[in-house]
């Protein structure tokens, strides 16, 4: 099964990481934007990935991606706290206020 993937951190780096700190997510999968219907992609909130991952179950890619973002985030010496959220069947909305 496909699955999308939402990973939302509690903050980022400075500019002094930012690249090391994209690059972790992009070699993982994760992107910085979400294609829209029409083909368009929509840039994410800065705190934000999103992905598209193969796996069994929902439970078995949140854990297996759970345990490389830790591994990756160690890496670059990044601490931070982190939700990872999996979806079979999704919708979603961006909007600017």
């Known amino acids: 099964m496909i699955y999308l993937v939402t990973l939302t951190l509690s ?3 400075g500019p002094d990481k930012k690249s090391d ?3 972790v997510f992009e070699d993982i ?3 910085k934007v979400i294609d829209a219907s ?6 994410l909130p800065q705190t934000m990935f999103s992905g598209k ?3 069994e179950s929902a439970a078995k890619v949140r ?11 160690k ?3 990044f601490k931070s706290r982190f939700m990872l959220m999996v979806a079979q069947q999704y919708a979603w909305s961006i909007r600017n206020v």
């Not at 029409?38 to 840039?43: H, N, V």
């Not at 854990?63 to 990756?72: A, K, M, R, S």
């Open 38 to 43: 029409g083909g368009s992609e929509l840039p």
């Open 75 to 77: 890496s670059i010496g």
């Open 11 to 13: 903050k980022i780096p």
């Open 29 to 31: 999968g994760f992107s």
């Open 63 to 73: 854990d297996d991606l759970t345990e490389t973002v830790c591994e990756n985030l």
């Open 53 to 55: 991952f193969e796996g």
């Open 21 to 23: 700190f994209d690059k």
